[in-house]
């Protein structure tokens, strides 16, 4: 692969027009289409034991402390007042970071997975482009580890007052990330200003993954678009008829709970500790249903792209389509309909992630198995590691 | 590669790295003064209350509430701009897939790209108590990108439609 600037770009080959060529053995796209997956499964797979075994349990401890506040206030104990917040604060951060240990470790993936589909444009040499993947790839794991392991390590033997150990290596994976992809979109504008020049080719016109046109990529793209589009409608639903009238009645529902323990009226203060739970329970819902149902429809779209990589039989790459559209549907419904339904809703929502985790993982097996047929056809020795 | 899809992905990485070095700056700089703001607030509320001294604890409540108004809004810009970065790329990478002519597609790429900036921008702007009213910039902006989508939904429906016509 060439390193020079005055034919092609990053690591297209004009001598394999197919999906292959851009893939080869640790090029920055395989870099970050396997990392990239591997960092959604493992976000994913997170997110489903935290919601089943740290989630709820979290929220219920939490109004335990509540009450236990406003008890305390009822009985005019100021110092039991301050340890029961101090509980809500460390269930808090507790649920905090490992909510955003959650959501970076996904959002890198995917932003992993669209840095690959915009390789062939990046204009870099194979090795700075290898470079910046793995940069990305070391931020996309130091900061959700960093951020995960805040609620324990604390602020033992950090020199500042605010940041611990924990949250210094998350920010140090941030700074990673934002360089690389900083570098990414530098490659993409050198790229432009060559290609304008009319220097280099087009080599999307090329791109074998770009021109696929499977069953499993047309579902995978108008069901991810849908996806999105359903969640954009329901979350601007939610924001111009819920946001304000929930953030007025959290306020005023704090409000009553004082007022009520402070003068000793404990069936008011009773029905106010519940209507203050259910109404965070309401919010969680509506959040959570809006993120996961666009982000399973962008990673749908995603998804569509990269089937050319998917080497299995098309009815294997049909099943696995039809089991994540269909997970990315259940999941975030039932995530609503948990309100209503209790626990029976929420079992069925984290049947439907393990639906599109599931999915998600035979459709990486199938990357896998193409990434060693291309290895083998290009006559890598895996015996000494050097191409034959 | 066309303008559309060079709007898409150069908006679509430009927007990703604004929204990440907000993000980076809140979380260094902002992000734990004010949950610390928002915890001592409401803890404040619950002790004045023990205390009998109401007018003091509904002020801190108050306190609490306006700090996690303006919160949920900077978390909810940084996530909205870097999720919509993200839509922007992909789309630019299927945007030759759209049942559409160039024109139109251009049309798309820029009503969804003007849409991902305003409407977190909007959202931010509910937090600074200037004058005018920002909501009508968050309810033009996603009106925008909803719109958009909806073309861009319809256009697959179209494109992939007359591919599998033509296979």
Redesign the interface.
């Known amino acids: 692969m060439t390193g020079q600037h005055d034919i092609s770009p990053g690591s297209f080959s004009a001598s394999k027009p197919d999906a292959s060529a851009s893939f080869a053995r640790l090029s920055a796209r395989r870099l970050f289409v396997i990392g990239g997956i591997g960092l959604i499964l493992a976000g994913m797979i997170f997110g489903d034991i935290f919601a089943v075994f740290v989630l709820h349990q979290n929220a219920a401890r939490i109004n335990e402390r509540l009450l236990a506040a406003t008890q305390a206030v009822e009985a005019h104990n100021a110092a039991a007042v301050a340890t029961a917040f101090q509980g809500i604060g460390n269930f808090l951060e507790n649920r905090g970071t490992k909510v955003d240990a959650h959501v970076h470790m996904i959002g890198f993936g995917y932003l992993a997975l669209l840095l690959a589909l915009v390789q062939p444009f990046v204009f870099w040499s194979e090795r700075a482009q290898k470079r910046l993947a793995w940069a990305f790839l070391l931020g996309a794991v130091l900061l959700p580890v960093g951020v995960f392991l805040i609620h324990y390590v604390g602020l033992a033997g950090s020199p500042f007052t605010v940041l611990g150990w924990a949250s210094i290596f998350a920010d140090f994976g941030g700074v990673l990330v934002l360089l690389a992809t900083a570098g990414e979109l530098w490659g993409l504008c050198r790229y432009w200003r060559r290609g304008e020049v009319g220097r280099i080719a087009d080599p999307s016109s090329r791109d074998g993954m770009l021109s696929d046109r499977s069953w499993a990529s047309r579902a995978l793209l108008v069901g991810g678009t849908l996806l999105v589009l359903a969640g954009f409608v329901h979350g601007a639903y939610y924001a111009g008829i819920h946001l304000y009238a929930n953030e007025a009645k959290d306020q005023s529902l704090l409000s009553a709970i004082v007022t009520t323990a402070a003068s000793g009226r404990p069936v008011e203060v009773a029905k106010a500790l519940n209507d203050y739970a259910q109404l965070q329970g309401d919010k969680a819902v509506n959040i959570a249903a809006h993120a996961h149902i666009i982000e399973f429809g962008i990673l749908a779209m995603l998804m569509a792209l990269f089937q050319p990589y998917v080497d299995l039989s098309e009815r294997w790459r049909r099943i696995w389509a039809e089991m994540f559209l269909a997970g990315s549907a259940i999941l975030p419904v039932c995530v609503l309909l948990e309100m209503r339904w209790g626990l029976v809703a929420g079992g069925i929502a984290d049947a439907g992630g393990g639906l599109v985790v599931i999915a998600l993982g035979g459709m990486l097996a199938g990357i896998v198995r193409y990434t060693g047929r291309i290895d083998a056809a290009d006559g890598f020795d895996a015996a000494n590691g050097t191409m034959r | 590669?066309s303008s559309a899809?060079?709007l898409l992905?150069?908006g679509?990485?430009?927007l990703?790295?604004w929204g990440?070095?907000y993000?980076?700056y809140y979380?260094?700089f902002v992000e734990?003064?004010t949950l610390?703001r928002i915890?001592s607030s409401?803890?404040s509320?619950?002790?004045f209350?023990?205390?009998?001294n109401?007018p003091e604890?509904?002020a801190a409540?108050?306190a609490?509430?306006r700090a996690?108004?303006v919160y949920?809004r900077q978390v909810d810009a940084h996530?909205h701009w870097?999720?919509l970065s993200?839509?922007l790329?992909?789309?630019a990478?299927?945007f030759?897939?759209l049942g559409f002519g160039e024109k139109q597609r251009w049309y798309l790429a820029l009503s969804l790209l003007v849409g991902a900036i305003t409407f977190p921008l909007g959202v931010l702007f509910e937090t600074a108590s200037g004058g005018g009213d920002p909501k009508i910039i968050?309810?033009a902006g996603?009106?925008l990108?909803?719109l958009a989508?909806?073309g861009?939904?319809v256009g697959?429906?179209c494109g992939?439609t007359e591919?599998?016509r033509e296979?």
């Open positions: 590669m899809r060079k992905v150069g679509g990485l430009a990703a790295l990440m070095a993000g980076f979380a260094a734990h003064q610390d915890g409401l803890a509320g619950f002790t209350a023990a205390q009998r109401l604890a509904h409540l108050e609490s509430a996690t108004y949920v996530g870097i999720g993200m839509l790329i992909v789309l990478a299927c030759n897939r968050v309810i996603s009106a990108i909803i989508l909806l861009v939904a697959f429906i992939e591919n599998s296979g």
